[in-house]
């Protein structure tokens, strides 16, 4: 289940130009927002030769949906997330040749993104304030609790809830919770966008679980309270 979107945005591929020694992609994407829609468009150059845009074509367009939600949820911004998802796009395809085949393309693709928040006015600011950790890559078990951020989850008259505890996560923990429990990667996928071990993966996963479960926790006494 997808959230921090109004809705899923639809990219269609108009026009595709390809010469001896550039391709051009023109693409049109659909945001709607209850009754208000919006057409956004964008075009993507990259100076290598066919086949090469074809068969990047293939790969990427079925990730859009998956990575513009990414995007929105680190960046908490529409339009944020928009820029940065076709400026991924832009370096994915500049950068075609660099990725090699049978390797993991969605972690390659969700890397790009991510670096490119990081190096963001709104990722930079995210950075500065994320807590040092001497012991990352110990695993951290949390208390057992009946009522889990998963079980919230379940419960749509508290969604609401989770969207805003998980916002209020550190990067470094929304993130890897993201990939995880909403992108269902394997811990080698996440591994692999983060360019860190499986360990620390599996540790920022238990200490940013256990950081929910403490905020869900909070909210939900101070609604029963109000």
Sequence with gaps: MRQGVECSPRITVRRRVYSKNHAKILCEILFCGGNKSELGRFTLVSVAPPPQPAKFEELAMPLFEQ????????????????????????????????????????????RILRNTFLTSRTGLKATTTVPLEN?????????????????????????????????????????????????????????????????????????????LRGLVRSKLQGAQKD
């Design 67 to 110: 990575l513009y939600n990414f995007a929105h949820w680190l960046s908490k911004n529409r339009e944020e997330a928009e820029d940065l998802v076709q400026e991924t796009y832009a370096k994915a395809l500049r950068g075609f040749s660099s990725y090699q085949p049978g390797t993991n393309f969605r972690a390659w693709m969700y």
């Design 135 to 211: 012991d990352e890559d110990s695993p951290v078990v949390a208390p057992a609790d009946p009522q889990t951020p998963e079980s919230i989850l379940l419960d749509r008259s508290n969604q609401q809830l989770l969207q805003d505890a998980l916002e209020e996560l550190p990067l470094h923990y929304r993130e890897v919770l993201l990939l995880c429990e909403v992108e269902e990667m394997s811990y080698q996928e996440i591994a692999d966008t983060l360019g860190v071990p499986t360990g620390t993966v599996m540790s920022r996963l238990s200490r940013a679980r256990g950081t």
